[in-house]
Nanobody, 126 residues
Framework: QVQVVESGGGLVQAGGSLRLSCAAS????????LAWFRQVPEKEREFVAA????????YYADSVKGRFTIFRDNAKNTVYLQMDSLKPEDTAVYYCAARYRSNNYVGGTVAEYDYWGQGTQVTVSS
């Protein structure tokens, strides 16, 4: 089992930037694909970005492509989400998720991840 803990959320003005971090512990970090999802009240959790266990493959939702960057530091057991050009519609609770992978497959659905953090709030003001 692996535990993940998000940090870095906060309040930012539209057009600004934030970097979220997700620290993992419990198992070999480099064996896990990692992803970020987000959720607003009364809506389903939606995919934001994912990265393969090696870091060589990434996958983004169309709504964030070109503005958000996911990357990982396996030496620090941490995955990051750099969010630039933020918009009010990016306001949500952001969740980090992990799943053991034997290959570099990257998934984009909630069902493809087994371990979840508690979330961190991101609020973008207009």
């Amino acid at each position: 089992q692996v535990q993940v803990v998000e940090s870095g959320g906060g309040l930012v003005q539209a057009g600004g930037s934030l970097r979220l971090s997700c620290a993992a512990s419990g198992r070999t970090f480099s064996n896990y694909a990692l992803a970020w999802f987000r959720q607003v009240p009364e809506k389903e959790r939606e995919f934001v970005a994912a990265i393969s266990r090696s870091g060589g493959s990434t996958y983004y939702a169309d709504s964030v492509k070109g503005r958000f960057t996911i990357f990982r530091d396996n030496a620090k057991n941490t995955v990051y989400l750099q969010m630039d050009s933020l918009k009010p519609e990016d306001t949500a609770v952001y969740y980090c998720a992990a799943r053991y992978r034997s290959n570099n497959y990257v998934g984009g659905t909630v069902a493809e991840y087994d371990y979840w953090g508690q979330g961190t709030q991101v609020t973008v003001s207009s």
